[in-house]
């Protein structure tokens, strides 16, 4: 799987919206991008999917350039409740064997 | 909630002793994954069953072995424990082998002492 690479930390405050950016060189043709959120001592849950455009849920979007080498999450007006670990993660979807490659993640941290 | 529901919640073995962790997936997936988390890290994958085959390893040693069962429950199996052992343990199921978007558990917390 493709090796990404997102900043350690980021801060911001409520109400603000909060773009985090993952970069990934050498994504394969057939990698989809994914982004998982991690609370502490929990396991990570799954926020959001997209191989290339724009993507948007209930949650967050996401937005892959037409070269696909980088990814942003965006984080629509941010609460507390969304101090957090978010991981990048590229891979073949729908591939028998495929593993989830986690790296450290960027950790938010919102204030009031 | 996932639906997935990992046992216990946190174990305390001392080292060179062996481990069972438990996993229930999620209804309907047919594959479980296990994860590795230490302190400050990102979750490692250990190996994943599909349909009670293993499907795929990690870099992890001999001694961390598992199962999956016809209702797709699965069991990570570590033996003689080591002190780096420690750390939250995690199952994930999804729909199909492979699919990236996974169900994970809240974790089993093992500290080996």
């Known amino acids: 799987l493709a090796k990404t690479t997102q900043p350690i930390s980021m801060d911001s405050y409520e109400g603000q919206e909060v773009n985090i950016t993952c970069s990934h060189n050498?994504?394969?043709?057939?990698?989809?991008i994914t982004w998982y959120q991690q609370f502490p001592s929990q396991g990570p849950r799954f926020i959001i999917q997209?191989?290339?455009t724009k993507v948007t849920n209930e949650v967050a979007s996401l937005f892959i350039p037409a070269d696909r080498k980088s990814s942003t999450l965006s984080l629509p007006r941010v609460s507390l409740s969304d101090t957090a670990v978010y991981y990048c993660?590229?891979?073949?979807?729908?591939?028998?064997?495929?593993?989830?490659?986690f790296g450290k993640g960027t950790t938010l941290s919102v204030s009031s | 909630e996932t639906g997935v529901t990992q046992s216990p919640t946190h174990l305390i073995k001392t080292r060179g002793q062996q481990v069972t962790l438990r996993c229930s997936s999620q209804?309907?997936?047919?594959?479980v994954s296990w994860y590795q988390q230490a302190l400050g890290q990102g979750p490692q994958f250990i190996f994943q069953y599909y349909r009670e085959e293993e499907n795929g390893r990690g870099n992890f040693p001999p001694r961390f072995s598992g199962l999956q069962f016809p209702n797709y429950s699965s069991e990570l199996n570590v033996n003689a424990l080591e002190l780096d052992d420690s750390a939250l343990y995690l199952c994930?199921?999804?729909?199909?082998?492979?699919?990236?978007?996974?169900?994970f558990g809240q974790g089993t917390r093992l500290t080996v002492v």
């Open positions: 050498n994504i394969a043709t057939n990698d989809y």
């Open positions: 994930a199921s999804s729909l199909v082998a492979g699919n990236t978007e996974a169900f």
């Open positions: 997209g191989y290339k």
């Open positions: 993660l590229v891979g073949i979807y729908n591939q028998a064997g495929t593993a989830l490659i």
């Open positions: 209804s309907g997936h047919n594959t």
